[in-house]
């Protein structure tokens, strides 16, 4: 090797200075360049984060991103979702999103430290993509909503060219194509750039926090009582078996089911609801207007239309509200307005029969949940609920317009552009909570069977058990609360003989109809068929 070189022959050039190995792209380089890359997408999460707090906690990246993958998902993979995640899907999502985010990254960041351009493409993407899924979702959005993903994602770029950074060739060595990283100049720009993804992330989530969240607002509220107050429970509505689902459910037990990542934070001053469309009158009313009218309290059991054969997505609540029908009267609804279109404040739509809600009683909009306003994940400040429909046709949360239409010329409703059915009354069904599935149960001993069954508005007559295909059993109804609340039921069970054996359950409604023993899924209007459970007799 020449000590020194003021001029290089095309031989020398061509051939690889083995000497020189430690300034090329090393594997510990390759390492560097992948955490750069994870570093500059916590750069522009927490820039974005950031520009959030003046646009909104739905434009921030992540959350635009994860919305969009909700309202983009095909029906299979929802189901698959909710069966393997439950209420904790939207959770799962951002986790798996943060990991994409994680993986593509480090990718873009190796990609970088090939072609430094790379980089800046990758991340540039990222941001584009975030940018996009903003205007998508975010109803009647303008062009700020772009504002986090496009100021995180030059952030996140500028971050990645800074820190990957070659090493200059030093005029004593032999040029090679590719020098290796500048790890002292890496250490300074990752340094930094890690500062600012925690910072940006922590104190911009703190700042969205303080300057959106209603819940302080939300404590304060206060109602007047009730003109027409709920009546008392009936004793013995509640049997209290081990095992069986409390007759009331708490807010915090209440299932939960919408398409927002970000639920809506709507502060009670702001809110206004407007009824317009097949109208004599439209009508704006804003919160005060509406809880000074007379308040109704009723006990009213909810249900979600995705809920399986035995599952949990039904809850018993004591709703405080307005009666919808009164309302409606108010405006005049003309003839021939079969629809009524609601929007929440996400822009998820719903579309309700107009004779359920004029002829259901106590069809509302609900302000109070079982004694305080309505938590922020079930509608705050306002949603509707009418008995005997299913969630996505009748329980709009957030609720902040409502159109007089018809199902034939009216705009279609959010889950019924998915496919899923116009129509969607609550189908009889009653479940066994107790035994649970597959569990040890000792032969001649008396074992309590018991669960909930309902069928509102049409209310329980009676619910029957048998083992093993064998004859019907008659079992003992809770006492009813009204014909819009489940029932629990009981049934003493004495196992004979040993092995797996299979419990099975029917109800029937006040109407005198038995529960169809005939399966089927929730899409596209409800599950139906008889809920059994196989335990295994010693
Ligand atoms: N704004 C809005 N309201 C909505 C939904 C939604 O996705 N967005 N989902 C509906 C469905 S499918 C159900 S089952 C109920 C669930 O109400 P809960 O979460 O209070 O139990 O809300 C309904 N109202
Ligand atoms: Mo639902």
């Not at 522009?44 to 983009?72: E, F, H, M, Y």
């Not at 969240?213 to 109602?223: M, S």
């Amino acid at each position: 090797m020449p000590a020194r070189m003021t001029g290089m022959t095309t031989d020398e050039a061509v051939t690889p200075p083995t000497s020189k190995v430690s300034h090329r792209f090393s594997l510990v380089d390759t390492v560097l360049a992948a955490a750069a890359g994870l570093l500059s997408a916590a750069v522009a999460l927490g820039v974005g984060q950031l520009v959030a707090v003046l646009t909104g906690p739905a434009t921030a990246p992540v959350s635009a991103v994860d919305q969009g993958v909700v309202v983009l998902t095909p029906e299979w993979a929802k189901e698959f979702a909710i069966r393997t995640f439950g209420e904790n899907d939207k959770l799962a999502l951002m986790i798996g999103t943060l990991l994409l985010v994680a993986l593509v990254a480090m990718a873009i960041g190796m990609a970088s430290g090939f072609r430094r351009e790379l980089g800046i493409i990758g991340i540039g993407l990222f941001g584009l993509i975030g940018a996009f899924a903003a205007l998508r979702t975010i109803p009647n959005a303008t062009f700020v909503v772009v504002a986090p993903s496009i100021a995180g994602g030059i952030a996140g770029a500028f971050a990645l060219w800074w820190m990957i950074r070659r090493k200059k060739p030093e005029p004593v060595e032999m040029p090679t194509e590719r020098t290796g990283l500048d790890r002292r100049g890496f250490l300074l720009a990752a340094g930094i750039s890690l500062a600012v993804g925690v910072v940006g992330n922590g104190v911009g989530k703190f700042l969205v926090d303080q300057r959106y969240n209603v819940a302080t607002v939300r404590a304060k509220l206060r109602f007047a009582r009730p003109a027409s107050p709920a009546p008392a429970l009936p004793a013995g509505v509640d049997l209290k078996l081990p095992g069986l689902t409390p007759f009331s459910t708490t807010n915090s037990s209440f299932y939960r089911v919408d398409t927002a990542v970000v639920p809506p934070q709507i502060n009670p001053a702001d809110w206004q609801l407007r009824i317009h469309g097949m109208v004599d009158r439209e009508m704006e009313i804003s919160f005060a207007e509406l809880v000074n009218r007379d308040l109704i309290e009723r006990d009213i059991t909810f249900t979600c239309v995705s809920n399986e054969i035995g599952g949990k997505l039904t809850g018993q609540a004591r709703w405080l509200g307005v009666p919808l029908a009164d309302l409606l009267r108010e405006a005049g609804v003309r003839p021939g307005a079969d629809q009524i279109f609601t929007t929440s404040a996400d822009g998820w739509t719903c579309g309700t029969p107009t004779d359920a809600v004029m002829n259901t009683p106590n069809a509302m909009l609900a302000v109070g949940m079982n004694g305080e306003p309505l938590p922020v994940i079930h509608g705050f400040p306002v949603r509707m609920i009418v008995p005997g429909l299913y969630g996505y046709v009748s329980g709009t949360k957030w609720i902040v317009d409502m159109e007089l239409t018809t199902f034939a010329t009216g705009p279609k409703p959010y889950w019924v552009q998915r496919k899923w059915k116009t129509t969607a009354p609550i189908k009889t069904m009653a479940r066994i909570d107790t035994p649970g599935a597959l569990v040890d149960v000792p032969a001649g001993q008396p074992v309590a069977v018991a669960g909930m069954a309902w069928a509102q508005t049409r209310g329980i007559e009676k619910v029957e058990v048998r083992v093993n295909n064998g004859d019907w059993q008659q079992t003992e109804l809770a006492a009813a609360a009204n014909n819009q609340t489940w029932r629990q039921w009981w049934w003493k069970w004495v196992p004979a003989g040993t092995g797996i054996q299979s419990l099975a359950v029917r109800a029937t409604d006040g109407t005198g109809a038995v529960q169809t023993d005939q399966r089927a899924d929730p899409f596209p209007n409800g599950a139906s068929g008889w809920h059994t459970v196989a335990v295994n007799v010693l």
